[in-house]
């Protein structure tokens, strides 16, 4: 089994984040399935603002379809939380496209009654709000709270540092119990934060269990493959992840040069 795990922090400004995350990728992928951590190559600058967002979806998209439609895949794992092209890619890859979002909501679902995010600023808790209530789940979630940090290259350094590491979690954990305190069961980290834990080997905070995102991404796509491969179909193309007709396709990919989408 190969995987296309794609993130969007920058494989230069947050190379450290980005080799935990195959790390510990490494560490729980079975026998036989390899995981191939990518970042993008100029990461998620300001992606608590819609527009800079909307420019840092296209390189995850571009990323998607060479993969999907390059036939090396099994799986592309979409491992940024805001969910970046995920509609688009499933409407056209035939592969499982999983979302860090729904894996980690839907498992803090079946773990506890209310779950909370930790997310890397104030500016990002409407979105994700928007994003839980888009599941259909909004009264399941005790709380979001903010960590104080603006700008998420500054985590890279904790990484290698064992100071800012120290401050960093020490961060995260008072954010968490914020959260504990306002009725959370579960907790999921945003971003490198969830690596930086996971990595500590810390999996709960005064009893309440903290995600680790990463490697449940892995072990959720590894099931979701072999699902795939046993009923010969996973996504429906009725509604939301219709595709396009193949004639529709055509004319796009020449209007737009998507050459990935054009038949191989």
């Given at each position: 089994?190969?995987?296309w795990?794609?993130?969007?922090?920058?494989?230069?400004?947050?190379?450290?984040?980005?080799?935990?995350?195959?790390?510990?990728?490494?560490?729980?992928?079975?026998?036989?399935?390899?995981?191939e951590?990518?970042?993008?190559?100029?990461?998620?600058?300001?992606?608590?603002?819609?527009?800079?967002?909307?420019?840092?979806?296209?390189?995850?998209?571009?990323?998607?379809?060479d993969?999907?439609?390059?036939?090396?895949?099994?799986?592309?794992?979409?491992?940024?939380?805001?969910?970046?092209?995920?509609?688009?890619?499933?409407?056209?890859?035939?592969?499982?496209?999983i979302?860090?979002?729904?894996?980690?909501?839907?498992?803090?679902?079946?773990m506890g009654?209310?779950?909370?995010?930790?997310?890397?600023?104030?500016?990002?808790?409407?979105?994700?709000?928007?994003?839980?209530?888009?599941?259909?789940?909004?009264?399941?979630?005790?709380?979001?709270?903010?960590?104080?940090?603006e700008?998420?290259?500054?985590?890279?350094?904790?990484?290698?540092?064992?100071?800012?590491?120290?401050?960093?979690?020490?961060?995260?954990?008072?954010t968490?119990?914020?959260?504990?305190?306002?009725?959370?069961?579960?907790?999921?980290?945003?971003g490198?934060?969830?690596?930086?834990?996971?990595?500590?080997?810390?999996?709960?905070?005064?009893?309440?269990?903290?995600?680790?995102?990463?490697?449940?991404l892995v072990?959720?796509?590894?099931a979701?493959?072999?699902?795939?491969?046993?009923?010969?179909s996973f996504?429906?193309?009725?509604?939301?992840?219709?595709?396009?007709?193949?004639?529709?396709?055509?004319?796009?990919?020449?209007?737009?040069?998507i050459?990935?989408?054009?038949?191989?």
């Amino acid at each position: 089994m190969r995987i296309w795990y794609q993130l969007m922090a920058s494989e230069k400004g947050m190379n450290h984040f980005v080799a935990a995350t195959q790390a510990l990728a490494d560490k729980i992928a079975a026998p036989g399935t390899t995981v191939e951590v990518h970042g993008t190559r100029e990461g998620a600058y300001g992606d608590q603002y819609r527009l800079f967002w909307h420019y840092n979806v296209r390189e995850i998209i571009r990323n998607g379809l060479d993969a999907g439609k390059s036939g090396k895949y099994d799986a592309f794992v979409l491992a940024n939380s805001l969910e970046p092209g995920l509609i688009e890619l499933r409407e056209v890859l035939d592969i499982p496209v999983i979302s860090f979002m729904e894996a980690c909501c839907f498992t803090a679902c079946s773990m506890g009654e209310r779950f909370a995010l930790i997310v890397p600023n104030e500016k990002f808790i409407p979105r994700y709000r928007e994003i839980v209530y888009g599941y259909g789940i909004i009264s399941r979630l005790a709380a979001i709270e903010s960590l104080t940090y603006e700008n998420t290259r500054n985590f890279n350094a904790a990484f290698i540092d064992l100071q800012q590491e120290e401050a960093c979690a020490a961060e995260i954990t008072a954010t968490a119990r914020k959260a504990i305190a306002k009725g959370a069961e579960v907790i999921i980290g945003i971003g490198a934060a969830t690596a930086l834990m996971a990595r500590r080997g810390v999996y709960e905070i005064d009893g309440v269990p903290l995600l680790d995102s990463y490697s449940l991404l892995v072990k959720l796509t590894e099931a979701t493959v072999g699902y795939h491969a046993l009923g010969g179909s996973f996504i429906s193309r009725k509604r939301l992840y219709q595709s396009p007709p193949a004639d529709l396709c055509q004319r796009a990919a020449e209007i737009h040069n998507i050459t990935s989408l054009l038949p191989r």
